[in-house]
Antibody
Framework: EVQLVESGGDLVQPARSLRLSCAASGFTFDDYAMHWVRQAPGKGLEWVSGISWNSVSIGYADSVKGRFTISRDNAKNSVFLQMNSLRAEDTALYYC??????????????WGKGTTVIVSS | EIVMTQSPATLSESPGERATLSCRASQSVSSDLAWYQQKPGQAPRLLIFGASTRATGIPARFSGSGSGTEFTLTISSLQSEDFAVYYCQQYKNWPQTFGQGTKVEIK
């Protein structure tokens, strides 16, 4: 069964850091690009970041550029999101999602259940 | 960035009725458009990609059409499990962008 399981979400104070992880199983992880997509409470979906199969191609939403860093470890079938300088507006459910192809330029065909990040003092 | 605008925000329909959801892009995205369904408390699920191709396991009552800047998702006969929020997403350009969603509710 194809599965993505996110972890690492927490309540954190503004300006602090947090690292999210996503463990993949059921498919050949290093064949595919991966994404992080977030959803603020009661709001729609916002693409956050994407990474190609070989980590060569990486992109970020303007709202997180310079603060968030995406990475992956193909040996561990995992993708990560390092979030620094967190703001209240980063409060959201963060989804890990698999791209249909090896570059992060397409659509997401598998989604995890998400991990919750709350930024508050 | 490309702005995706969905309409209506909420669609009230009865089971068995036809539902038509619209998505407009601020510039052409060719056919690089996907539709997702999200039920309360669940992750989004891919319905349609390439504007009109159903994803694996998606019932034939779901169909997508359009190209360029105007797109439509049609549910031919609403079933109880179809009442949810639907999002369009363009993947023509980075950043990929989503519409704000259309909620399909029971009338």
């Amino acid at each position: 069964e194809v599965q993505l399981v996110e972890s690492g979400g927490d309540l954190v104070q503004p300006a602090r850091s947090l690292r999210l992880s996503c463990a993949a199983s059921g498919f050949t992880f290093d064949d595919y690009a991966m994404h992080w997509v977030r959803q603020a409470p009661g709001k729609g979906l916002e693409w956050v970041s994407g990474i190609s199969w070989n980590s060569v191609s990486i992109g970020y939403a303007d709202s997180v550029k310079g603060r968030f860093t995406i990475s992956r470890d193909n040996a561990k079938n995992s993708v990560f999101l390092q979030m620094n300088s967190l703001r209240a507006e980063d409060t959201a459910l963060y989804y890990c999602a698999k791209d249909k192809y090896s570059s992060p330029n397409y659509y997401m065909d598998v989604w995890g259940k998400g991990t919750t990040v709350i930024v508050s003092s | 960035e490309i702005v995706m605008t969905q309409s209506p925000a909420t669609l009230s329909e009865s089971p068995g009725e036809r539902a038509t959801l619209s998505c407009r892009a601020s510039q052409s995205v060719s056919s690089d458009l996907a539709w997702y369904q999200q039920k309360p408390g669940q992750a989004p699920r891919l319905l349609i990609f390439g504007a009109s191709t159903r994803a694996t396991g998606i019932p034939a009552r779901f169909s997508g059409s359009g190209s360029g800047t105007e797109f439509t998702l049609t549910i031919s006969s609403l079933q109880s499990e179809d009442f949810a929020v639907y999002y369009c997403q363009q993947y023509k350009n980075w950043p990929q962008t989503f519409g704000q969603g259309t909620k399909v509710e029971i009338k």
